[in-house]
């Protein structure tokens, strides 16, 4: 037997499997998103079995095409490209046999697993037949403890499953279990951190990008588009907002000493962004600060910010260090375009020496003097929508 490329895809998770009777929205949401992440590209059919997701394969499939998809998908632990067979040992064996002819190795072992017990052999007796024939067939020991070669053989109430490779994927919960989020996404680097990391835990990311255009002739919002495009890979429908905010910058300059200002446009921003989220159906804000990185970023200013938020500001970050994060949006693979140069709406407009412990009574006196909520709702009737889409059957 010559082998082929495998023509099915054995996708485990983990954590939807713990919850209970709420494990079939868990299970369909996941299928629902293998379907769609994976349109276009040679997928026969998603199946979803107890304890495994089955993507079949049409033979001109390209597995690395696949495997790049399946990976990204969240709610997906691991996944392993597998043969199938019939529930019949000859045919596994000569399965079995073409993996090894395939490969070089010096150590193996055959891990067979039995999730339906009618098969007449006991998984121990597989692994001793299987193991057998592959170490004459090759010559390679039998390695139980670190095996150069790993072939797993799973037998399944209708079918054998047989396979030889495992890949990783993010884990987490199946977009669209969670709620939807509205995220604060600068260009910079967290954000789109925060925002895939909300993602993974299963919510849908309406995003909210402030700029100074044209009062600063940046790429912001070029690179809030690109970010968006992105992350749309994670849960292939977004909806991203760019927020005029130079009105509202010429208006705090004038009204607010400087060392208050970063504090007085990050309240701004919350409350344009919780307007949005509104009409989005977000439950919480969410933004990429990390506690102490920077300024406005410590305790007391995050306090000061998020007090004009009537919906809960999540900050999933909050712990992470700066290179922890940088690692992150390097595997999501936004770092390269966050670390684009741009004139960031506040890079421009923020004072030498911020204040980092603004008091809210410090700033309410200068926000008394502004129509805050006719400032909110231009911003919002000025906002620009844009929106990305994964290709749909
Ligand atoms: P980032 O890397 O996300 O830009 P940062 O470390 O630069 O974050 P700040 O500039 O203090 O931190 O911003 C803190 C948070 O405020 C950001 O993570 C983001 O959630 C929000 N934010 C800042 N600027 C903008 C903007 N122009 N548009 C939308 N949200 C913003
Ligand atoms: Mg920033």
Redesign the pocket.
């Known amino acids: 037997m010559t082998l082929e490329a495998p023509h099915d895809v054995m996708v485990r998770f983990h954590e939807i499997a713990l919850k209970g009777k709420n494990r079939p929205v868990f299970i369909r949401q996941l299928v629902d998103n293998i379907r769609r992440a994976t349109i276009g590209i040679g997928v026969k059919q998603v199946w979803a079995g107890r304890m495994f997701v089955r993507i079949s394969l049409e033979e001109t499939a390209d597995m690395n095409v696949v495997r790049e998809r399946v990976s990204r998908v969240f709610g997906a632990v691991k996944f392993a490209p597998s043969y199938r067979t019939e529930l019949d040992y000859d045919a596994i064996a000569e399965t079995v046999s073409a993996i090894a002819a395939d490969r070089s190795f010096e150590s193996f072992r055959i891990s067979a697993h039995r999730a339906d017990k009618a098969f007449p052999m006991t998984s121990y007796e597989l692994n001793v037949k299987l193991g057998e024939m592959v170490n004459i067939q090759t010559g390679a020991r039998v390695d139980l403890k670190n095996p150069d070669l790993d072939i797993r053989v799973d037998l399944m109430p209708r079918e054998a499953f047989i396979w030889a490779d495992e890949y990783p994927a993010d884990g987490g919960l199946p977009v669209g279990t969670g709620g939807r989020v509205a995220v604060?996404?600068?260009g910079?680097?967290?954000?789109p951190v925060?925002t895939w990391r909300m993602m993974r835990r299963g919510c849908r990311a309406t995003l909210?990008?402030?700029?100074s255009f044209p009062l600063v002739e940046g790429r912001?919002r070029e690179k809030a588009q690109e970010l968006a495009e992105l992350l749309n890979v994670y849960q292939y429908d977004t909806r991203l907002y760019l927020v005029p905010f130079a009105d509202i910058q010429q208006r705090v300059i004038l009204t607010v000493p400087g060392p208050l200002r970063v504090v007085a446009y990050?309240r701004f921003?919350i409350r344009i962004a919780e307007a949005i989220g509104r009409r989005e159906g977000a439950k919480a804000l969410v933004?990429?600060?990390s506690l102490g990185?920077?300024s406005?970023?410590t305790l007391q200013n995050m306090a000061t910010v998020g007090e004009v938020a009537t919906m809960p500001v999540l900050r999933p970050l909050v712990g992470m260090d700066k290179q922890e994060i940088i690692e992150q949006a390097e595997h999501i693979g936004t770092f390269e375009t966050s670390i684009l140069p741009d004139e960031?709406?506040?890079t421009l407009f923020v004072p030498k020496s911020p204040n980092t412990a603004v008091h809210s009574e410090q700033i309410t006196v200068f926000e008394d003097d502004m129509d805050i909520p006719q400032m909110v709702a231009d911003a919002v009737r000025d906002a620009e929508l844009f929106e990305y889409h994964m290709p749909t059957a």
């Open positions: 604060l996404m600068s910079g680097i967290d954000s925060a909210v990008h402030f700029h912001s990050r921003m933004t990429g600060e990185q920077v406005s970023q960031d709406c506040c």
